[in-house]
C-alpha cells in the first residue's frame, strides 16, 4: 500500500475530473448560482434604492 487508488486499482492521479457540461447537469450547481444571483440582486437593488432615494432629498446624508 504505496500509493492512493481510485478504488478500481488504478493511482489516483488517473482519476479523471468531471467536464464542465457534466458540473453544469449537477443540482447543486445551480442551486448555488441561483442563490448567488439572489443575493446579487437583492444587494444591487437595495443599494440602488438609497441611491434614488438620497438622489430625492428622501434621505439626508
Request: charged share 15%; aromatic share 2%.
Amino acid at each position: 500500500m504505496t500509493g492512493a487508488t481510485d478504488g478500481d486499482g488504478g493511482a489516483a492521479e488517473d482519476v479523471r475530473r468531471p467536464s464542465l457540461a457534466a458540473l453544469a447537469r449537477n443540482r447543486r450547481v445551480w442551486l448555488i448560482l441561483a442563490v448567488v444571483a439572489g443575493l446579487l440582486v437583492c444587494c444591487c437593488s437595495a443599494v440602488i434604492g438609497a441611491l434614488v432615494a438620497l438622489s430625492s432629498g428622501l434621505l439626508t446624508a
